[in-house]
């Protein structure tokens, strides 16, 4: 099938593509045959690949069975499995596991459990949650709340609750050392300071990416960050919200981008590389003492109707046995490292980079007008879809965001399966060579 004249589907701004054919792997082809290197895993979603045959089988296993079986009318094996894998991954007391079915439904369900929970114990006047500017947690209405990119948020605001941000702590704007403990502290205190002027008694939750994605593009803690948060958390009693929607499921290098810092949150959530786009799929993993005081007060009142179907979760399961046997955390470690350093390298020959960073195959890099002072790029010049556009024509694909301060800043995520060998990073760093060099010879015309 080639590309309709005429499309009925309804997406974003964004200009139509190729029709896609099949996948494998790490690669894609599109209906005229061209291939193309799936460099961000989608949006970093398929983090083993492609048509895993394994993964395969095991939903067709599970659909010769059941596809759908209502979360109140049937408890199914999938499930049970899939729950017990997750809790047994999540650190300590993290044991009750919530299923949905993607990363913006998951944090819904850990902003009412946290709700529920604050009513719960009698701390009613605990109704805002704290998260960082900027970040990405979501499209409906309560994650947006919580999002912190004013150009996604706008014009909704009237419409939503404002919600308390403080900065993400992007040290290599500030000129300050990520690798030094008071760098981390310095960010991490202005949790405190939020917290203390809003009224610790008024406040729920804090929320924070442990890697950063796409809003802040692969954001790694600077060191004490991680520690000092859970410290302040506990100190108020506010609830600790991982949000691993994106750096969960091994792509840093551990299944949970938190336990690179023994981090040990009250809630997390889990979606995308959780069944690696083989089905919609998410979660929200809750310690036990929450979820027994909001069942022990009435219940939870929230659900989805598809949660925990027997088909995503048999894709789930299959997917985390799947890393485990590959040790592909491991993969997406060692691979990763090398992949970094060969993008440093680029960083070398092109002063247009102004910052490479991330973990595992959670990789990103910055395009700047000027390293020195980090001074971002025009924003005419619309580099971050250029960038894409040309690498797109060049068979591979990358994800790009500007949002640096709002429409300041273009950073480009680096994420390819964590199958992926040296022999894909030696193509993923020629194919962005290549649109580098076009993409300055088109600036300079
Ligand atoms: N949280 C984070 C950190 C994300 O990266 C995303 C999606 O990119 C979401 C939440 C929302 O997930 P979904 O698009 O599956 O609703």
Redesign the pocket.
Known sequence: MSAPEKSHLFYQSRQRRPVLDQAKGVYMWDVDGKRYLDGSSG?MVCNIGHSNPRVLEAMRRQMEKSTFGYRLHFETEPAEKLAAKTAGLAPEGLDKVFFVS????A?ESAIKLARQNAVAIGEAQRTRIISREPS????TLG?LALTGYAPLTAPFEPMMRPMPKIPAPRAYLDGLDPDDEATGFHYADMLEEKILNEGPETILAFIV?PVG??STGALVPPRGYMRRIREICTRYGVLLIH?E??SGGGRTGKFFAADHWDAEPDILVI??GFAAGYVPL?AMVAHKDIVTNVLDAGGFLHGFTYAGNPLACAAGLAVLEEIEREGLCRNAENTGALLKSELEKLMARYPIIGDVRGKGLLLAFELVEDRTDMRPLPKELNAYNQLVDIAYDNGLIIYSRRTRGGYRGDHFLIAPPMTSTPDHVAEIIEGLDLSLRQFLDRMSQ
């Open positions: 949006a993607g990363g913006s439904e944090v990405y947690h979501g499209c994650a990416e994605g796409a949000d929607v994106m979606s995308k998410g």
